[in-house]
DNA sequence: ATAAAGTCTATAGTCGTAATAGACTTTTAT
DNA sequence: ATAAAAGTCTATTACGACTATAGACTTTAT
């Protein structure tokens, strides 16, 4: 049940653009310079992935010295599993039981198989998680550990 | 989010053996090729994912004329998690949040790293399905199905 | 004009998955 | 005793996806 790293790298430069976003900066955007260092991740890998996520309508950029990129929509409007499906596909272990990417997988009956009623629940536990968690609810769950830290 | 065919298959034959089991017969025994058959499944590779689920002690077999594979313990004492964990190794999507298998991820502080948090999410929505959930349980669920179907 | 930054496409390398092969061992039936 | 049926074990192939790198191009600020 793996993330790949596209996904996991992904998800990290997202998070990173939601920081940005909250911290009420004028113009909350990073480069991939500066994301890639941050969080260690090869910089030309970073720059297909984040095109990908542009070009999935979640990222706007801007071009030339000074650019970079920043978040289409505000934070709370975008969830992991929008960002998960652009890079890695469904979320669905097996594509019998996936909403977004549906295909038949060639039991003798799908109403009584029962792997796939299983793997249904799979599927819903891990959407379950995945499309209520928005960019915002990472954040702030981020500043909650953090301020907990500060003052014990 | 993939299941691998490995894992599929696994859990195709033990559902198979479990179904099986709960007839009552007094061998309840299946050999590869019937597996292989009913659920077309390659014969060759089904044999190492059931020797493999035999090294994990969740199988017992038989050699011989007559011989097969018979479920080493009854289907309400094996999860499916067992079964995935066996051929497919974690069911963490990153290692840094996996129980069996942890490994840190790189990230400059693994407290306040929000991936890590919804990742550790997931992986429990995951085992809550796949480690409650019993071969029984499936048999069961595909028996309150079909008896339906049958008396509507 | 130049340097900084994103865009786009192609391609290489690597690894895990899926599958196949074949020689060996055990057991049953004749 | 022997042959056929069945599981055991290890090696190897084939393939594709994932990961990463390269390089030429475009846009923008100074």
Redesign the pocket.
């Known amino acids: 049940m793996?993330?790949?790293?596209?996904?996991?790298?992904g998800l990290r430069a997202m998070i990173m653009l939601a920081t940005q976003a909250e911290t009420g900066a004028p113009m909350p955007?990073?480069?991939?310079?500066?994301?890639s260092q941050r969080e260690k991740?090869?910089?030309?890998?970073?720059?297909?992935i984040?095109?990908t996520l542009?070009?999935a309508g979640m990222?706007?950029?801007?071009?030339?010295?000074?650019?970079?990129?920043y978040l289409s929509r505000a934070p709370e409007q975008i969830t992991l599993g929008q960002i998960v499906r652009a890079?890695?596909?469904p979320l669905a272990p097996v594509n019998c039981v996936s909403q977004m990417a549906y295909e038949p997988c060639g039991c003798p009956d799908e109403a009584t198989c029962g792997l796939r009623m299983v793997m249904g629940d799979v599927r819903n536990a891990i959407s379950n998680v995945l499309d209520r968690t928005s960019l915002a609810e990472v954040t702030s769950r981020v500043d909650a550990v953090k301020t907990s830290i500060n003052k014990p």
């Not at 955007?29 to 994301?35: A, F, G, T, W």
């Not at 991740?41 to 297909?48: D, G, M, N, R, S």
């Not at 990222?59 to 990129?69: A, F, P, R």
């Open positions: 793996r993330l790949s790293k596209r996904g996991e790298y955007m990073l480069q991939i310079k500066d994301m991740i090869p910089a030309k890998f970073l720059e297909q984040l095109l542009k070009n990222l706007h950029s801007k071009m030339g010295v000074g650019g970079g990129y890079l890695d596909g």
